[in-house]
């Protein structure tokens, strides 16, 4: 571990909440009552072998720009944008346009950040073939894997990435990087992933952030070497902690020498109670107050960054409004989760998003969904503002019409290699 600075080295004086929703909606969101549960079937569903190789005859160069950006653009329309605008013209049905999907909660890694670390069993065949239909059947074409760390059963994943992609789902996969492989990366891309995003917070390793990327430099650079090929997008994952703010500088750098976009969020502590998360107290990477004026700075210069062309995930509005959020004064923005987006629980229940992962409350099971507007309304009216979900945020910023279009037009006209067109379309 390198040398830390005397701020990196202080861990935040105060302990956090263990939720900081209202107590009253947090009650009835947390009730002590069991969760419904996946209706069985005769017999279980298996998900199919993968062929591989599935493309042998890909070039080792990925082929011609402009095939490449043709094959994207076909892609960003079929799973994106068609959903989207079938979501429009029958606003009454549920018409999720991108689902998370919780293979695994296990993880390699202790990030004392995070909740998702806990002991439940994982994702069956049968559930994740079951829900993959059953989101075909409503039209979603993006399926984000989550976890835990995904890759903690790596066979799975192959099988889920390849029979998502032949249903023609745009296919995302995080990962913390330390279990890939030449050989893994090359049957995911050869299956047909669309994004491999690398959650890495830090240059070398520090008290509470092990995603670092010294642990998995040659894993980094074997899949840029590979991204022309098969054709995926990379994106880096970073958290803006108490103890990482130069290396959130860094790592954008690099990416940016590298091609590759980023993804920033914001440190929070838990919106309602997780009962194994264990850092509620003694947490290095909790944001104090001592850390704002470090941050505002760190966010001014990431928006400096987007005007030179670098490429963010973010906005530049939500960037602006992680200061606000910060400080616990954040507006209230058009979150769409329960709606264009939901969470499928390892045991294939329904929630609308990560926070409300370790709610009680009945949103229903795949198959058979249970979001009820009223509900989602008035759970929002007192979680909105205590929020910052980059993916809702990301979602409900691009829901309007026009972002949306525009969005699409550049995607046809770049695709995803080097990301412009989602450089242009976040501005």
């Given amino acids: 571990m390198d040398t830390l600075t ?15 929703l209202d107590p009253e909606i947090h009650g009835e969101l947390t009730k002590p009552v069991p969760r419904p549960a996946l ?15 599935r493309r042998p005859h890909l070039p080792e160069d990925g082929g011609s720009k402009l095939g490449f950006h043709l094959r994207s653009g076909a892609r960003a329309v079929r799973c994106w944008v068609v959903p989207y605008l079938k979501s429009r013209l029958f606003p009454r049905e549920f018409r999720p346009l991108l689902a998370f999907f919780f293979t695994d909660y296990a993880c390699n890694l202790d990030c004392q950040y ?33 976890g835990g760390e995904p890759l903690i059963r790596p066979r799975f994943v192959h099988k889920v990435v390849d029979y998502g ?49 010294e642990h998995i430099r040659p894993q980094f650079d074997y899949l840029v070497r590979r991204q022309n090929r098969y054709g995926y997008m990379i994106v880096f994952n970073i958290n803006i902690c108490h103890n990482n703010l130069d290396d959130v500088k860094e790592l954008t750098e690099i990416g940016y ?11 929070e502590e838990p919106l309602i109670e997780h009962a194994n998360f264990a850092y509620l107290e003694d947490n290095h ?31 530049k509005k939500h960037l602006a409004d992680m200061k606000a959020f910060m400080r616990g004064a954040v507006a209230p923005w058009p979150c769409r989760a329960g709606q264009s987006t939901l969470i499928i629980r390892t045991d294939g229940t329904l929630a609308p998003c990560f926070a409300m992962d370790s ?31 980059t993916c809702n945020y990301v979602a409900g910023y691009y829901y309007h019409g026009a972002r949306w279009m525009w969005w699409a037009l550049k995607q046809l006209v770049y695709g995803y290699q080097g990301q412009k067109a989602e450089a242009a379309a976040a501005g």
């Fill in 6 to 20: 005397q701020h990196e080295q202080s861990a935040p004086k105060r302990s956090a909440p263990a939720f900081r």
């Fill in 39 to 53: 209706a069985p079937v005769d017999e279980e569903l298996k998900l199919p072998e993968p062929v591989y190789p």
């Fill in 114 to 146: 995070c909740w998702a670390h806990e002991p439940r069993k994982g994702m069956t065949e049968d559930t994740a073939k079951r829900a993959i239909d059953w989101l075909h059947s409503l039209d979603c074409r993006v399926l984000a894997l989550m």
């Fill in 165 to 213: 992609t032949q249903r023609g789902f745009f296919v995302y996969v995080p990962t913390n990087g330390r279990l890939l492989t030449p050989d893994l990366i090359d049957r995911l891309g050869d299956a047909g992933v669309a994004t491999i995003n690398l959650a890495v917070d830090c240059v070398k390793e520090k008290p509470g952030l092990p995603k670092a990327l």
């Fill in 257 to 267: 020498a590298n091609g590759i976009s980023s993804d920033y969020h914001i440190n």
């Fill in 285 to 315: 990477t909790f944001l104090t107050p001592e850390d704002y004026p470090r941050v505002d700075a760190l966010l001014d210069y990431l928006v400096a960054r987007t005007r030179r062309g670098y490429v963010l995930v973010n906005s």
């Fill in 359 to 389: 709610a009680t409350h009945d949103w229903g099971t795949v198959g058979n969904p249970k979001f009820d507007i009223e509900q989602l309304d008035r759970m929002k009216k007192a979680c909105n503002t205590r929020c910052l979900s």
